[in-house]
């Protein structure tokens, strides 16, 4: 048994076609592909376990928004916390595949303890997906 410094999540999303899936979260977002059947496919997301999981007619898992910065965040959403050059990376990967954001990559709280850059988007499902990166990763979950 191999040791982490930190616990992995487990989470599993419908997705309402395996192909489209695997196209997004495999070619897209780059993610290696571990065990798989024939309703559903882990992603090694980062370290996590990402499950996919055909759901026929999951849609939109699109319950709300809630306004942020002048956004409007889906929620439910999902995601990591990335480095900067990550981040942007990744940005540029998503843009390059032509997929639209639901927020376009900010930058939040510059100059504050909590700075940070952000963005959202939408698997092939309707999966909504949020990816950050702080400028300094220790204050995550700093409250001052």
Known sequence: MTESRRPAFHLAVPVDDLAAGRTFYGGVLGLPEGRSAAHWVDWDFHGHQLVTHLVPGAGSADAGRNPVDGHQVPVPHFGLVLSIEDFHALAERIRTAGVPFVVE??????????????????????NALEFKAFRDESRLFATD
């Not at 900010?106 to 092939?124: I, N, S, V």
Request: charged share 25%; aromatic share 18%.
């Open 105 to 126: 990559p900010y930058l939040r709280f510059a100059g504050e303890p909590g700075e940070q850059w952000t963005m959202f988007l939408r698997d092939p499902a309707g």
